[in-house]
């Protein structure tokens, strides 16, 4: 590394080595790794043998030394091509990416592996993030991985099966009483105190660096062709601008020709303030004072990175829309019975918002579509079935079962 | 196929075309898929560039014809190098085969995936099972993929949250007043009357096939070797038969130079028929009236493969091991926290039985290990955090937060 990737201020454009910082020293502005792309030489040909995780793309990465890889097998996750959910729709060319069988069981382990990767080469002793949900457990695995201690900030008030997996991968839960602001300013102090790690804090311009192999793999998997038209899951907008960022250097590289991708973002209507924005064809963010909505991991009423990724949808043409939480659900059963792939409503999400824009005529059958599907149904089952339904018993008779067989 | 494979009865030897049959004419024994091993020529090249799931070992899989496969992309899942368990435990070559990222999060996929896409080769026109955990949902995705109906039959009294997942594919969850051996035999009266594919009763044969792929693939990523050891959770015994059978006939193809696999079968202690005769040294399994464990899938009390599982333990010179309850908990946090694998109970046993072999005596520390971890731990959250847990909650100080920082 070094010369090729440098941090660089979003707001100011200065420059800083790619070391343990986040902030600009001259206007606050958040740090951003940039590389030097017409140094990078790289090929087809160069990721071809590499093993299927997302740190075959490692010279498009922020890490110097590949021994530092804390790797999971994160990433390099199927291109399910569905094509009965596609014919359902009168669509052709439409697929899943799925990111529901990643380690963790969520796309969150890219930007963990990336950021306790990064924390490793950066020395550091220990790694954490406040979180309650995906992020937590990938975090904790790959600090288990690592050998690093791990340390997940939630409020003290969240359910406990919500955190038992992350602390199944032996992280210390702290528990805050007190908001899920407060426990996001106590992770930020502790960072500040004690050099730890903090993946979406201090390690962040690392960190979502790792989003990006979203673009990367989805190309490779189309045989190094660019789709026509993705459709992210938005919260923060992180995801949503380093997809579009994964296409962008892909193209400057030359392992792509052409990169006309149209980026679609996807959020629940109960927290949508950066699809409410691109409908007014603005990128001024208003923000949810309180989402309400089942699609918790996109629950994200004042968006850090909004106003880049209302720009990127709109410079990409791509679309903003959303969702009822009925639509969530109905889109969750959709997917699994079309395809067989079980998603926690963020996912479902874009499935909800492709159906939509194809009921408006904004989809042409012939596109090139990836839904991007990041996390996994068995998060979060209730939302699929009340616990307390039981399903219609019935006496262990063939006269009985007569009737439900459909013939 | 045809020349190459044939049905022949575990018992008399008689041989069948490979149609919709299991039980033999002639002495009700059970069929196998025979091949005629000889006239298969397959390579190392021959798989290299295939897709990375079991079905890149389709000649040695049991179906005519490519068209008719079923693939979520179950198979060739991570086999993962556990170095950090491997030194706790004073071992050097220790490795997880990490079938929790399959598509419906267990390695039911595998046979699942084998016996739909029979259902379709043979034109059946729809598929069931009776089963309460991984393989309703293994079941319930592929037929989605595969557009056939699907039916689950269970007991009317289990925990509903047991059957979101496969609900969620669109099965129809058929729940019977009464056992779970009532749900078996109306299951396989339906298949029967209804020409229903029940996956692990009418085409059982072609299912126990596509668990042998557990076999195949460590050797494939181990560059074509096989390992020293490898420890089997155990319930029927069909498993661990198949895993055996993998190792024999890569040998027999050529594919591996040498076949000493130790198979070590690993159950709980709440339901370990197998373990208890192999400790005997006897090949006759005494049945487990009532079995009492939280490794439910392998809580089977009167294993159908039990003899032949007993059996391919003495013969490869493995070992019969069996744990606790408490030594199962333990194992997923050991294998989480130092591996990042959240496994169900029932994959845990693998490595409690590992460690107890250790603490024997009985494992050379340079012996190549694979461990099989054949399911997903958000399965079963309950078992490693009683539901009204809640972590200690501090205030949101910093002076607080100095007495949890370990340094």
């Known amino acids: 590394m070094g010369k090729a990737q440098v941090l ?7 420059e800083y080595d790619p070391t343990f910082r986040y902030i ?4 606050f502005g958040p740090l951003e790794v940039k590389y030097d792309l017409a140094s990078i030489k790289v090929n087809k040909e160069t990721f071809a043998s590499r093993p299927k995780s997302l740190w075959r793309y490692f010279e498009l990465l922020p890490l110097d030394a590949k021994s530092r890889i804390v790797d999971l097998g994160a990433g390099y996750t199927p291109l399910h091509r569905a094509e009965r959910l596609a014919k ?3 669509l052709k060319n439409l697929y899943i990416k799925n990111d529901t069988v990643n380690p963790t069981f969520s796309f969150k382990d890219r930007p ?3 950021a306790v990767s990064k924390a490793l080469g950066l020395g550091l002793s220990a790694v954490g993030s406040p979180s309650t949900g995906n992020l937590a457990a990938a975090t904790a695995a790959h600090a288990a991985r690592a050998g690093l201690p791990c340390y997940i900030f939630i409020p003290w008030d969240i359910e406990p099966t919500k955190i038992v997996q992350a602390a199944a991968y032996g992280a210390e839960i702290v528990a805050i009483k007190g908001t899920y ?3 996001n300013k106590l992770a930020t102090q502790a960072g500040e105190i004690y050099n730890i790690g903090v993946v979406n804090v201090n390690l962040r311009p690392y960190y979502v660096e790792g989003s990006k192999t979203l673009g990367f793999e989805v190309c490779e998997q189309l045989g190094w062709e660019a789709p026509d038209h993705v459709i992210v899951p938005t919260g923060s907008g992180a995801l949503l601008c380093a997809v579009g960022r994964g296409f962008d250097q892909l193209e400057d590289v030359g392992l792509i020709r052409e990169n006309n991708v149209k980026i679609t973002s996807a959020q ?3 927290c949508s303030p950066i699809v409410d924005a691109i409908k007014k064809s603005t990128d001024v963010i208003d923000p949810v004072e309180k989402p309400n909505t089942i699609a918790k991991s996109l629950a994200i009423g004042e968006p850090g990175d909004g106003i880049y990724a209302a720009r990127t949808v709109m410079e990409t043409k791509g679309f903003g829309e959303n969702c009822t939480d009925g639509e969530i659900v109905d889109a969750i059963k959709l997917l699994a019975s079309t395809e067989g792939i079980f998603t926690e409503p963020a996912g479902a999400v874009t499935i909800a918002v492709l159906k939509k824009l194809v009921a408006e005529g904004k989809i042409d059958a012939d596109e090139t579509i990836v839904c991007y599907v990041t996390g996994n149904g068995l998060k979060t089952p209730e939302v699929v079935s009340a616990p307390t339904s039981k399903p219609v018993a019935i006496d262990p008779k063939l006269e009985v079962l007569a009737q439900i067989i459909r013939r």
């Open 268 to 270: 629940p209507y109960g």
């Open 112 to 114: 963990a592996s990336v």
């Open 24 to 27: 600009c020293e001259e206007c």
């Open 88 to 90: 359902k729709l009168g």
């Open 8 to 14: 660089e201020c979003r707001e100011c454009g200065k």
């Open 181 to 183: 602001d407060d426990a």
